[in-house]
Structure formats: structure tokens, C-alpha cells
């Protein structure tokens, strides 16, 4: 067996390592060590090659192991040779070379448009202030895409009702512009008007409580998970899902990439192209379950 005393006790003594993780380490490279035993018995730290790691590696992936799982080896396996190296026992080392797997991003979640249609369209918000006020933020992030903090950054001011755009500020204070449509022109005209009758604002805001105040982000992302539970099963339901919602509803009514990336404030076209990722998942579920010989 590779492993020796003096390593555990290095990761536990000089590196102050979890039992946990000790324990991690010692199995990661005893795998190694038993995959290399299969091709040929007896190898020692010092005869592994690079290519000996890199068919590790491919085995892994064909076992299916994922790429954080086959990088949390990799470290461990980094650790040990360069323990190794400094000792004096291996003067090599065969990860050098080694390119790790990169880390798939997942994908966006989002709601279906039949599962917005549904929500806007037949789901009872409530009665009264908070009613209006919850179906208007609900509205705002699908038909805008705005990000949380600038949905509850809006001051009445932002609101350009006869150009039918609305001001958002950004990241790094970055200010863009995004229009909307007669729909929630009405519905904002209508939460104004509700809310000046009941609520004497605190401030500028026009999204505010029942007090007057500025909303925060936790009571919107409150809301926006209790109104989405009316329709979704999503783990996720977020402010953030309905961003995404937005921006995948834009691109499967064949709207231009650049223009989506515009109106999301992104600085690159590559944080926009995800959801060119997510639509095509989509087609691909729906011709599974389509064709015949899929």
C-alpha cells in the first residue's frame, strides 16, 4: 500500500486536514493505486507516467463519475506527489501535465410559457394591496428580466410610462433601459393607483410594504416562491428563475441573441449563450417523446 503514516500524519498534523477528509484522501489514492494494480502489480509511486493518470481519469468518466467528483481525486492525488517530491521519494511528477476536467455549469431553470400563462392568467394573487402589488412583481421580472436588486432599486421616477420603458441600474451602477407592453403598463398604473390610496410611501420606491418602506429581498423572494409553488414543482423558484424564464421565452420567439444580452445587462454574449443550451434541451425532450424511433 503507497500510503504511509508519516502522510496521514502530515495532513493531520502540518495541514490540520479533518479525519473527514484524511479519510477522503486515502480512498481517492488507494483507488489510484488499485487502478494502476490492475494493468500491472507492483507499480510504485515513482513508475507512474502521465499517461497512467490520464487513463485513470477516462475510466472514471466512463464509470460515471462526475467532473467535481474526478477533481476532488485529482487534488488528492496532487497533494500526495507533491508530499512525495518534497521528501525526496519520486523526483516527477505525473500530474504536471495534467489538464483537469472543467466543471459543466447547469442549466438555467425556467418555466414553461403554459406555466406562466397559467400563473398570470388564472392563479388568484389575493385581494387588496399585497394581491396587486405581488401580481405586478411577478409580471415585472418575466416581461423584463430584471435581476432582483434592481426590481426593488425602481423608484417612480424609473417608470417612463409614456415611452413605455423602464430605467434599471445594474451591476457597477451600469444604468440600461428596457420596454414593456400595454399589459404591464396597466397593471403598474393600476398598482400605483391602488397604492396611493392605502399606503402613505416612505420614500421614492415603487415597489414598497404595506408600511411605506422599500421591499426587501428576502420578502420578494418570499413571494415569488410562495406564487410560484402555484404552478411549478422546480426546486428552484426564485426571482432569478423568472429572469431566466424571460430570457428563454425571448429566444424561443426568435429574438436576436445580442438584443437578449442587452436587455439582461450582460457584459458578454457567452452569459447569454446558456440559453441557447436550455432551448435546445427542450427540443430535445420534446422529439424524445415525439418521434417514434427516437
Known amino acids: 500500500m503507497w500510503l504511509t503514516d508519516s502522510f496521514l500524519d502530515y495532513l493531520q498534523y502540518d495541514r ?4 473527514e477528509t484524511i479519510k477522503a484522501y486515502r480512498d481517492d489514492i488507494c483507488q489510484f493505486e488499485a487502478f494502476l494494480n490492475e494493468e500491472s502489480e507492483g507499480m510504485t509511486p515513482s513508475d507512474v507516467m502521465t499517461e497512467s493518470v490520464r487513463e485513470w481519469i477516462i475510466s472514471l468518466m466512463d464509470k460515471g463519475y462526475t467532473s467535481t467528483s474526478i477533481n476532488r481525486k485529482l487534488s488528492a492525488l496532487r497533494s500526495f506527489y507533491k508530499f512525495l517530491l518534497r521528501r525526496g521519494d519520486v523526483s516527477i511528477d505525473p500530474l504536471r501535465k495534467i489538464v483537469p476536467p472543467k466543471n459543466k455549469k447547469p442549466l438555467p ?14 392563479t388568484d394573487f389575493g385581494e387588496g394591496f399585497k394581491g396587486c402589488r405581488d401580481r405586478v412583481i411577478i409580471s415585472t ?7 432582483l436588486s434592481e426590481l426593488i432599486g425602481l423608484n417612480d421616477n424609473d417608470i417612463d410610462f409614456s415611452a413605455s420603458l423602464i430605467k434599471v441600474t445594474g451591476k457597477r451602477n451600469k444604468q440600461r433601459l428596457i420596454p414593456f407592453g400595454e399589459e404591464l403598463k396597466e397593471m403598474m398604473a393600476t398598482y400605483i393607483n391602488v ?4 399606503i402613505s410611501p416612505l420614500s421614492s420606491a415603487f415597489f414598497v410594504r404595506e408600511n411605506g418602506e422599500r421591499l426587501s429581498r428576502i420578502i420578494v423572494e418570499k413571494l415569488v416562491k410562495r406564487h410560484l409553488s402555484k404552478v411549478v414543482t422546480l426546486k428552484k423558484r426564485t ?3 423568472l429572469r431566466h424564464t424571460f430570457a428563454t421565452t425571448m429566444l424561443n420567439h426568435n429574438a436576436k441573441l445580442g438584443a437578449i444580452k442587452e436587455l439582461l445587462g450582460h457584459e458578454s454574449l457567452a452569459t447569454t449563450e446558456v440559453y441557447t443550451h436550455t432551448t435546445f ?8 417523446l415525439a418521434h417514434p424511433r427516437a
Open 239 to 241: 426571482p432569478h428563475v
Open 16 to 19: 490540520n486536514y479533518s479525519g
Open 109 to 122: 431553470s425556467f418555466l414553461k410559457e403554459s406555466e406562466m400563462d397559467k400563473l398570470l392568467d388564472e
Open 281 to 288: 434541451e427542450e427540443l430535445k425532450k420534446v422529439y424524445n
Open 195 to 198: 397604492r396611493n390610496q392605502f
Open 141 to 147: 421580472f418575466y416581461v423584463t428580466g430584471v435581476r
